[in-house]
């Protein structure tokens, strides 16, 4: 329903075929405060007068006409024919309440156009303006002084243009509102079919009002030039404030990269705004955040492409100068135009997203590289950037530096806290655990040798059995501390792997005898292998995989009663890798643990009050082991009383070094 064409082009038209010798009245130049001044004394005169005209405004959009309701509400009591027309923001609709309302598509002509038109029985006059949107508008700066826009079109008494006018609206608001045909073919059977005197009181305005024009807009010339100033300085200002604000909220840089693009680009009106990190030495950088201007809707989305970096001469100049470059022009720049392969490559990036003007600032701090803010203009017209617009972005971009510095700072803060408490953690269970693992046997040790010293005439029995209990948890301690040893070499990086071709076999078998020739109290449960005879040879550490094995057998015996059964399996886990399991019938884990049982420290039972004994270290230094050889572990079970099941991967030997191996031989 919307409508490409202007009224005022259609007007002038009309009027030029009316009159074959020229046009009796000639579009100039209005500010808006010439507008207003102008509608409102039309207004006054319907206001004033005893005459019913009809009253057709278009206002452009809703928040213009929301200033001037009032004024038409009174209006209104004077006349039944009064028409307004706006593009709808929040609440304006069709409407017939006081007088007729007509919301009109945003994408009309309309919105673009101030008109005012009074036909009475006794004067005529229309007020027919389009808002300047080529080289003479406004700067976007200054569209948000609502005083600094500026209008083309024609102010006059003539009635017969002031009939055209009207003619040309009624027919617009037809065709948004059909069902006030009856109305409209009211006025214009009353005010547009009959010749009526064009005088106005036999006053002529014309002088009065030229001069009234041109006093405001001599005005508005002079405060041009400070509002030109003020705008600069108020949009640097709010840019890098809300820059401020949106850091102040957030320390995330994702965020910030977001608020800075999204701000940059509106600010400065640009088609494309981009905001990327990377450092001086990057062949590439991940777009991710970008701003698409209003006006540049088909251009394409850099979002989620790669832009190279390696062969961006500007890019290189900006590293090299630690400071901006601009093109103006990318049709004529000597940097892109140049016959060698680094200006091709900017030749076809500026065709392939239709770069005309280019402008890169490096965000940086204390001269590292953090990132690029890059700026396009995309049009056919090319862009001269102006030094405060370069000024602009340089200090935005000085305040992004900032704010990745804040975030780096509190991220390396957050890791640092984490660290602290899982190292507090670490030391409330080491004391824990030494308070009880090494104060329990050093009791004992302690008890049997003074028993042993104070009574010399002590049993022989007696005495073997207060040998056996000190040497038992002499053991103990040395199991103890020998974990934490063997743990602390393996978190520090100490190990040296020696790596070599083993069958799987012969690790098992190694891990079984140290577990049956271990002196226990507790009958083991029944142990049985499941290993295919063809399985791979594995590329391993055999005295840590032994370790392992070895561990997780103990683990499962331990947490298995007599009754029980511990079962070892072993097959090609796809591709590369042999995946082992220690399989038990024991008391199982909770499913929400099953991710904890390989932190340091952890018992499920608690350090001092479990039924087991142990540091809770073994599935930690297992895991360790696991990792150090290139593999995985990881555990499963249903849940309590029903077994548990531990798996790791571990490499084979590849093909190629088996054939090399046999042909050594």
């Keep these: 329903m919307s409508n490409s064409t202007s009224v005022l082009e259609d007007l002038l038209k009309a009027l030029l075929d009316k009159t074959p010798g020229g046009l009796s009245v000639r579009p100039q130049l209005y500010f808006k405060s010439s507008l207003t001044a102008l509608s409102h004394a039309m207004e006054d005169q319907v206001l004033a007068g005893t005459d019913q005209p009809l009253v057709i405004a278009n206002f452009q959009r809703e928040r213009f006409y929301r200033q001037e309701a009032h004024r038409y509400l009174r209006i209104s009591q004077h006349t039944d024919q009064v028409y307004v027309l706006a593009a709808p923001e929040s609440e304006f609709t069709h409407r017939s309440d006081h007088y007729e309302t007509i919301a009109f598509d945003p994408e009309d002509m309309l919105s673009q156009e101030w008109h005012l038109i009074v036909i009475g029985h006794h004067y005529a006059t229309c007020l027919i303006c389009r808002e300047r949107q080529g080289v003479d508008a406004a700067p976007p700066e200054l569209l948000a002084m609502d005083q600094s826009r500026r209008f083309e079109g024609i102010w006059t008494f003539d ?8 003619d040309l609206l009624l027919q617009r608001i037809l065709s948004y509102r059909p069902e006030l045909a009856e109305k409209i073919e009211r006025a214009r059977s009353e005010f547009l079919t009959h010749d009526r005197a064009a005088s106005f009181y036999n006053v002529d305005p014309a002088p009065f009002a030229e001069r009234l024009v041109t006093y405001l807009q001599a005005g508005q010339y002079k405060l041009l030039k400070a509002y030109r100033s003020i705008s ?19 320390l995330n840089s994702e965020e910030i990269f977001k608020v800075a693009v999204q701000e940059l680009g509106q600010a400065l009106g640009v088609c494309r705004c981009l905001v990327y990190r990377c450092k001086a030495n990057d062949a590439s950088a991940l777009i991710q955040h970008e701003f698409l201007g209003t006006y540049a809707t088909a251009l394409p989305s850099l979002v989620g492409q790669t832009w190279l970096l390696q062969d961006n001469c500007l890019f290189q100049e900006v590293v090299q100068k630690q400071g901006g470059v601009f093109i103006n022009d990318t049709q004529s720049d000597p940097r892109i135009t140049a016959h060698t392969r680094k200006a091709k490559a900017l030749r076809d990036l500026t065709n392939r997203w239709s770069i005309t003007s280019w402008l890169m600032i490096p965000v940086l701090n204390q001269g590292r590289l953090l990132g690029i803010v890059e700026l396009h203009h995309c049009g056919a017209v090319p862009h001269e950037w102006a030094e405060d617009e370069r000024a602009l972005v340089d200090a935005i971009a000085t305040q992004i ?16 806290n984490q660290q602290l408490e899982a190292l507090d953690l670490t030391r409330s269970n080491l004391i824990a655990i030494t308070g009880h693992e090494l104060r329990t046997p050093l009791s004992t040790i302690q008890v049997c040798l003074e028993s042993l010293s104070s009574e010399p005439d002590m049993p022989p029995e007696l005495r073997q059995v207060m040998l056996s209990s000190a040497m038992e948890d002499a053991e103990r301690m040395r199991k103890l501390i020998q974990d934490f040893l063997t743990l602390s070499r393996l978190e520090s990086g100490r190990v040296e792997w020696r790596l070599e071709a083993l069958p799987l076999e012969e690790c098992v078998e190694l891990a079984l005898s140290s577990i049956r020739t271990r002196p226990t109290e507790k009958t083991l449960p029944r142990i049985t292998t499941q290993l295919p005879a063809e399985l791979p040879l594995i590329f391993a550490d055999g005295e840590w995989l032994v370790e392992v094995l070895s561990k997780l057998l103990d683990n499962a015996c331990k947490f298995t009663e007599s009754q029980g059964e511990v079962t070892i399996k072993a097959e090609r886990n796809g591709g590369q890798m042999l995946e082992v399991t220690v399989a038990d019938t024991g008391r199982g884990i909770e499913p929400k643990r099953l991710e904890v049982v390989f932190d340091r420290f952890y018992q499920e039972e608690g350090a001092l009050r479990r039924t087991a004994g142990g540091t809770g270290l073994g599935l930690a230094i297992c895991r360790q082991i696991v990792n150090g050889l290139g593999g995985q572990i990881w555990a499963d079970s249903g849940g309590k009383d029903q077994g548990s099941q531990f798996h790791f991967t571990v490499p084979v030997v590849p093909k190629e070094k088996v054939s090399s191996g046999k042909k050594r031989k």
């Excluded at 949009?235 to 401020?244: A, F, H």
């Design 159 to 166: 009635r017969q243009a002031a009939c055209v006018s009207a």
């Design 232 to 250: 600069a300085q108020e949009r640097k200002e709010r840019l890098v404030n809300s820059i401020t604000v949106a850091i102040r909220k957030s």
């Design 401 to 416: 530096g900032t704010a990745l510095i804040q975030a780096e700072a509190y991220a390396n803060l957050e890791d640092l």
